[in-house]
C-alpha cells in the first residue's frame, strides 16, 4: 500500500490517537427515559460488528505498548452534548471485548482529558466522549484539530467507513500530528476496493440497486467505464427502464433523473458494456401487500409498484454472473426487509458467493441482506463503509486517505 500503516510505527511508550468508527446501533431507553430501575432499561450496543473491526489496530497498538487515545463520532448529536448520543454504551462493550478497562473521558479536548491521556501507562486506553458533541469537528475546525492533536504523539486512522468527510479528527488533525498511518481495517478496505478499480482480474462485474438512483448515478456513470457488465436492480432499476421507455406503473421514479440514466445507457453501449436491466418485476400495491406477482417490464399494471426483480430477470442476472472473476455489488435487488419481497436479493447474493469470483459487497442494507442470506463467509470482502465505499468506487480522493502520509 501507498500509505504507512500502524505496523510501520514503533508505539513503545508513545500515545497515539487511534480515529475508529464505533458509530453502532444502541437499543434500550436514552439515559434521561430510564425507569427506576436503571440496569434494566440500560442502553447498550445493539450491533457490535463495528467494534469487532476497530479490534485488531486497538489490539495492535496495545500490545505494542502504546497508550491508545480512541476517538469516534455517534450519531448526530447537532454539535453539543446530548447523553443519547454518549459513547458510555459502547466503552462498556468494547472493554468486554478488549478484556481490559475502557475508561470513557468526559469530553473529546480540553485540559482534563489532556492530562488523563498524559497519566496513561503504556497499553491503557482512553475512549474520548462523542467527538461531534463539537461543531468544529465536522467543520474540520483547525483550533479544534489542534486540541485533538495535544492529546497524542502519532494519529493513526481506521475509520474507512468516515474517510469521505474533512473533519477536524480525520482530515484537520493530521496537520498536527504526524506521521499519519492507516490502521489495518483501513489497509484491509483499500485494498479490498483498491483490486476493483486498479487492474482487477476480468470479466468484472457491477451489481447496483438500492431506493435512489440520485444517491448511485455518479457510481453508475463511473462504472460503466470501468466494466465489462452492470447488472441494474433495486427500486433504481425503473428510472433506467423509464428511461427506455417503459411504463413502470407506480414504482419508485425520480423523474429528474430518467435524462441523465438515457445517457448512461448511450455511453454503456458506445462503449460495449453490457446492462442488464429487469424483464420482469415482483409487484404489489405498496410493501404492506400481502398479494404479490410477477409480471413482464412491458405490462407493468398503473396501480402496482415494482417490489423485486422477478423469477426471469434473477435467472438473467445469476447468468450474468458466470465466468465473472470480479463481482462488485452495492445495493439490494428489492425491498428485501419483506420475506415477500427479498428472494431476488437473497438468491443474488447465493449466486455471488457461489460464482467462484472475487467479491465485494458494500453498503449497509446490501451487506445485512448477505448476512441474511447466510453466505457472509463466502463473499471476498464485505465493506464497513456504506458512503465511503461508493465515492471510492466513484473514483474520488477520500479527505481522510489522501490525508495518511505517504510510504517514503
Ligand atoms: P445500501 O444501504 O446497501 O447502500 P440502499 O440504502 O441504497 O442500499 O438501498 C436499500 C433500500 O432500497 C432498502 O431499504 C430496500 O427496501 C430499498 N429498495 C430496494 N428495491 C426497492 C424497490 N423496488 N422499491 C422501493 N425500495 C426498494
Ligand atoms: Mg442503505
Same mark, same amino acid.
Not at 504523539?153 to 499519519?180: G, K, M, Q, V, W
Given at each position: ?9 514503533? $508505539? ?12 453502532? @446501533? ?28 476497530? $479490534? ?32 458510555? #454504551? ?31 501507562? #503504556? ?76 487492474? #482487477?482480474?476480468? @470479466? ?99 396501480? $402496482? ?5 422477478? #423469477? ?97
Amino acid at each position: 500500500m501507498a500509505k504507512l500503516s500502524v505496523e510501520d510505527l514503533d $508505539l513503545g511508550g508513545k500515545r497515539i490517537f487511534l480515529r475508529v468508527d464505533l458509530n453502532v @446501533p444502541l437499543a434500550g431507553p436514552p439515559p434521561e427515559a430510564a425507569g427506576p430501575q436503571p440496569e434494566a432499561g440500560e442502553r447498550q450496543v445493539a450491533d457490535d460488528t463495528r467494534l469487532q473491526a476497530a $479490534l485488531p489496530t486497538l489490539q495492535h497498538c496495545v500490545k505494542s505498548g502504546a497508550a491508545v487515545i480512541l476517538a469516534s463520532h455517534l450519531g448526530r448529536p447537532k454539535g453539543k452534548p446530548d447523553p443519547k448520543y454518549s459513547l458510555a #454504551p459502547v466503552a462498556k462493550r468494547l472493554e468486554e471485548l478488549l478484556g481490559q478497562p475502557v475508561p470513557l473521558a468526559a469530553d473529546c479536548v480540553g485540559d482534563a482529558v489532556e492530562a488523563q491521556t498524559r497519566s496513561l501507562g #503504556p497499553g491503557q486506553v482512553l475512549l474520548l466522549e462523542n467527538l461531534r458533541f463539537h461543531p468544529e469537528e465536522e467543520a474540520n475546525d483547525p483550533v479544534f484539530a489542534g486540541a485533538l492533536a495535544r492529546l497524542a504523539d502519532c494519529y493513526a486512522n481506521d475509520a474507512f467507513a468516515a474517510a469521505h468527510r474533512a473533519h477536524a479528527s480525520i482530515e484537520a488533525i493530521t496537520r498536527y500530528l504526524s506521521p499519519a498511518v492507516a490502521g489495518f481495517l483501513m489497509r484491509r478496505e483499500l485494498e479490498a476496493l483498491g483490486r476493483i478499480l486498479d487492474r #482487477p482480474e476480468r @470479466p468484472l462485474v457491477a451489481i447496483l440497486g438500492g431506493a435512489k438512483v440520485s444517491d448511485k448515478l455518479a457510481l453508475v456513470e463511473r462504472l460503466v467505464q470501468q466494466v465489462d457488465a452492470v447488472l441494474i436492480g433495486g427500486g433504481m432499476a425503473f428510472t433506467f427502464l423509464r428511461a427506455l421507455g417503459h411504463g413502470v406503473g407506480r414504482s419508485l421514479v425520480e423523474p429528474d433523473r430518467i435524462e441523465l440514466a438515457r445517457r448512461v445507457l448511450g455511453e454503456a453501449s458506445r462503449r460495449g458494456t453490457q446492462v442488464g436491466l429487469p424483464v420482469d418485476a415482483v409487484v404489489a400495491e405498496s410493501p404492506d401487500d400481502v398479494e404479490s406477482r410477477a409480471v413482464g417490464v412491458r405490462e407493468m399494471p398503473e396501480d $402496482l409498484m415494482g417490489l423485486d426483480i422477478g #423469477p426471469l430477470t434473477l435467472a438473467r442476472f445469476t447468468a450474468g454472473l458466470r465466468g465473472a472473476k470480479t463481482i462488485v455489488w452495492n445495493g439490494p435487488m428489492g425491498v428485501f426487509e419483506r420475506s415477500r419481497f427479498a428472494r431476488g436479493t437473497v438468491e443474488l447474493a447465493r449466486a455471488v458467493a457461489a460464482s467462484g469470483a472475487f467479491s465485494v459487497v458494500g453498503g449497509g442494507d446490501t451487506v445485512a441482506a448477505v448476512h441474511q442470506a447466510g453466505v457472509a463467509e463466502k463473499i471476498g470482502y464485505l465493506s464497513t463503509a456504506g458512503g465511503a465505499f461508493l465515492e471510492f468506487l466513484e473514483g474520488r480522493v477520500l479527505p481522510g486517505v489522501a490525508a495518511l502520509t505517504d510510504r517514503p
